[in-house]
C-alpha cells in the first residue's frame, strides 16, 4: 500500500531542473488539516507549479534556443504542459467524488517529461 498524497508533496519533474510542491485547493479537505489530493488536481500553475528550467528538446522554446546558440543544449523557463489527470491514482479511495492520489501516481507533460511524487507530505494515511 502507497501513501495518500496531500497539499505540499515534494514533486520531481524528469525535465526539470528543480523540485516543486503539490498545491492542493482546500475544497479536498477530509478528516485531517491538509487537503487531500485527488488525480484531477493537474492545474499547471495552480496545483503544480513550475520545476525552475526545462531541458526537454520537445519543448519549442528549449528547442529554438538550443538552435540559436548552434546545439548546445540551453535550458528554458519551465512552464507545464498537462493535458490529462495523474493516473493511475486509487480507485477504491474517492476525494471529492474523484479517486485519491496515491505516491506511485505519475503526471505526463506534453513536453515529454514525467512528473513523480518524490515525497507525498503524509506518512500516516495508507490508500490501495
Known sequence: M???????AMLNCSFGM???TLNVLPKNKVASNMPIANIMDNVPMVNVPPFGMCTSMAN????????AALGVLTPMP??????APWAPGSPTVLI????????SSKLMCA?????QIANPGTTN???P
Open 2 to 8: 502507497g501513501f495518500c498524497v496531500c497539499g505540499g
Open 18 to 20: 528543480a523540485p516543486s
Open 60 to 67: 519549442p522554446q528549449v528547442a529554438a534556443a538550443t538552435a
Open 78 to 83: 519551465c512552464v507545464p504542459v498537462l493535458t
Open 96 to 103: 471529492g467524488n474523484m479517486p485519491a492520489l496515491n505516491q
Open 111 to 115: 513536453w515529454a517529461g514525467v512528473i
Open 125 to 127: 494515511i495508507q490508500v
